[in-house]
């Protein structure tokens, strides 16, 4: 069967690693995305999620540039996205080394984009990323643009819409808990992965060991962290060794030798 | 050096395969040219995208007369990824048309089939991280512990081999997923090792450096 997955989320901005509190606060310089997906390479991750959260003509140079330099070191499958719109901005991203593109904006703006990227590219190539907020305690709205535009869409009906336009998986993240480290979202992770059939990547609110297992444990099939392996000791290797300990399906060792 | 040809019959992202080999020490050629070819020490048939595609374009390109004389004839070793590797059986009835099934390179009595998960929750395509369970030895896993035996697999079909002897290891996906066969010179994988981390690498070293 196939195994949860432990996944280091990059935010680029100018091709900078950076981390924000609630996508706007407390913004930290987090260093070179290439070195730290090196470390984070033989710390032996799952895969590794590249957002650029500054997306534009220029910064998309980098990106590809830091792709490509990424996928002559590191051997695993990435998921890259930002500001992605046309099949093009899929295509460039696929040749520069990326294994899945992220939509967000654009697929809320334009569904069919979607359709059409999946059916050109393969399901298996598209991820829909999924940024929510709670507007009130038992309400959840998404919003896109970084969490800037509200739209009026319930993101566990949107992600259902998605995967009926052929996203390959959905990886949704919730603002309110992004950089927080409180804990993730169980509730409306619970629901999402109770309703949808692809996986579900969930992101937003890691900071111990403990939050990745409950999170797993309300059905993710992979847990997204950014701020829990920047800056605290627990690294993945920490984290994979202690899901194996207690029993979660994951792959049990990063190393193959010997 | 001799070089490592990895063929080129026109599918777009060839680089993670040619980085993979680079990185294990050995110098890539992307190729359909048959003389490069015929210099070549070890092959590799990569494989991203459609099976009738692909054959079309290998036909077309003669690569099929090529790897018949510099692989079964000569004896160079192999190494097939993927839908390099379901282009190794008889037929695949990936978008067949009319129920006319495509016919691949036929170097192993074996056909190419949708997968089907005996459990409905099981989803199409089978993609992520999968341990694979080993029939047999094979120089290509030398080293490698079992429990470490987990490789990355994205693919919708997958082949069938009529010959037991053929299958040196299974993944499982609500059915037994062939995941590495070979015979003689010549061996493949459903997953991608050049995904696969330290282990996917290791694979690749151990073929690099393989002389039956």
């Known amino acids: 069967m196939l195994k949860k997955r432990l996944i280091p989320k990059f935010l680029l901005r100018d091709g900078r690693l950076v981390k924000y509190v609630r996508f706007f606060e407390n913004e930290r310089a987090a260093g070179n995305p290439v070195t730290t997906a090196k470390v984070y390479n033989d710390y032996g991750v799952d895969e590794l999620i590249v957002l650029d959260i500054v997306p534009s003509a220029a910064s998309r140079g980098r990106v590809v540039d830091i792709i490509e330099r990424m996928s002559e070191e590191i051997f695993m499958p990435f998921t890259v996205g930002g500001g992605v719109k046309t099949l093009d901005d899929v295509n460039m991203l696929l040749r520069a080394g990326a294994d899945k593109v992220s939509v967000n904006s654009e697929a809320v703006r334009r569904p069919e984009f979607l359709r059409e990227a999946a059916r050109t590219f393969g399901d298996q190539c598209m991820t829909v990323s999924i940024d929510y907020k709670r507007i009130s305690p038992n309400h959840a709205s998404v919003f896109i643009d970084g969490g800037r535009e509200h739209v009026a869409l319930d993101p566990i009906e949107w992600a259902q819409r998605c995967e009926e336009l052929h996203c390959g998986e959905v990886l949704l993240g919730s603002i309110d808990r992004d950089g927080t480290m409180s804990g993730y979202d169980l509730e409306l992770i619970h629901k999402a992965a109770s309703v949808l059939s692809v996986p579900l990547i969930v992101s937003g609110g890691c900071g111990s060991l403990q939050h990745a297992i409950d999170a797993l444990e309300a059905g993710a099939s992979a847990v997204a962290i950014s701020s829990m392996f920047l800056f605290t000791d627990h690294s993945p290797i920490k984290l994979r060794s202690h899901l194996f300990s207690r029993g979660l399906d994951v792959r049990a060792s990063f190393s193959s030798r010997n | ?212």
């Open chain 2, 1 to 212: 050096m001799s070089r490592v040809a990895i063929v080129d019959y026109g599918i777009n992202n060839v680089r993670s395969v040619k980085n993979a080999v680079e990185y294990c020490g050995f110098d890539p050629v992307v190729t359909h040219d048959a003389d490069t070819i015929a210099d070549a020490s070890h092959v590799i048939l990569p494989g991203v995208g459609a099976f009738g595609d692909a054959m079309n374009n290998i036909r077309a390109r003669g690569i099929d007369e090529m790897l018949e004389r510099q692989v079964r004839e000569k004896g160079k070793p192999f190494l097939a990824v993927c839908l390099g590797m379901q282009l190794l059986a008889n037929t695949s009835e990936e978008h067949a048309d009319d129920g006319v099934a495509h016919r691949g390179l036929g170097w192993f009595d074996a056909d190419v089939m949708r997968l089907m998960p005996n459990d409905p929750a099981l989803k199409i395509p089978h993609m992520g991280w999968n341990m694979v369970a080993k029939e047999r030895d094979h120089p290509i896993l030398a080293n490698i512990r079992e429990s470490n035996l987990a490789f990355y697999f994205v693919h919708s079909f997958a082949m069938r081999c009529r010959d037991a002897g053929d299958v040196v290891g299974f993944a499982q996906y609500g059915q037994p997923v062939t995941a590495v066969i070979a015979r003689d010179n010549v061996a493949a994988t459903q997953f991608h090792p050049e995904k696969s981390q330290d282990t996917g690498i290791e694979l690749m070293s151990n073929f690099l450096r393989w002389n039956p």
